[in-house]
């Protein structure tokens, strides 16, 4: 799954100072504190769909880049937006996103507030699907058990793994010819 030679690995050059919430041998994750975020930005909870949202450091998974980002928010609608969700799996509840952060950006900013700024996400998305879930806590568990599988390196955010991130969430959101 992982690049072993770790000459090839892209040098962290911004080490993040708060410990991870998750962490392997190569890897560290943390959950991002979107609770923060809304405060600067003064959005009340029931005005973002946000629900969790992970930072990780993963070097190991391409040689250009070494850190991802994972975001999760809920599809319900959202009071005063007349902006219509697109749905592309019926019944969907969530939506997930994966991408790379830009390695000349800082990390702590987005960690500390899960706002996405300056350009932290590269584009486009490594991956992204819908999917079905209870509510928003079996949502978040089911994004940190994903989390978990790239911190225990079974599972790679890189897009050569696409397949293996259709395994987990189908491919209700790429493109088909």
């Known amino acids: 799954m992982k690049n072993k030679d770790k000459d090839f690995w892209p040098s962290v050059t911004d080490p993040v100072k708060k410990p991870p919430d998750l962490s392997g041998k190569y890897t560290k994750a943390w959950l991002c504190n979107i609770d923060e975020g809304r405060r600067i930005m003064k959005v009340k909870p029931e005005q973002d769909a946000s629900i969790c949202h992970w930072v990780i450091e993963a070097p190991w998974a391409h040689p250009a880049w070494h850190s991802y980002s994972i975001f999760c928010h809920h599809l319900r609608p959202m009071p005063g937006s007349d902006v219509p969700v ?26 500390e507030t899960g706002i996405v700024k300056d350009a932290n996400w590269l584009e486009p998305a490594n991956f992204a699907a819908q999917f079905i879930e209870l509510d928003d806590e079996l949502a978040c568990d089911r994004i940190k058990r994903t989390v978990q599988e790239i911190v225990d390196e079974k599972l790679s955010p890189d897009t050569d793994f696409r397949r293996e991130w259709i395994h987990r969430f189908g491919n209700n959101m790429m493109k088909h010819d």
Do not use: N
Not at 91 to 108: I, N, S, Y
């Open 86 to 111: 697109a749905f592309y799996l019926e019944g969907a509840t969530h939506e997930m996103l994966v991408f790379c952060l830009d390695p000349t950006k800082g990390r702590e900013s987005l960690i």
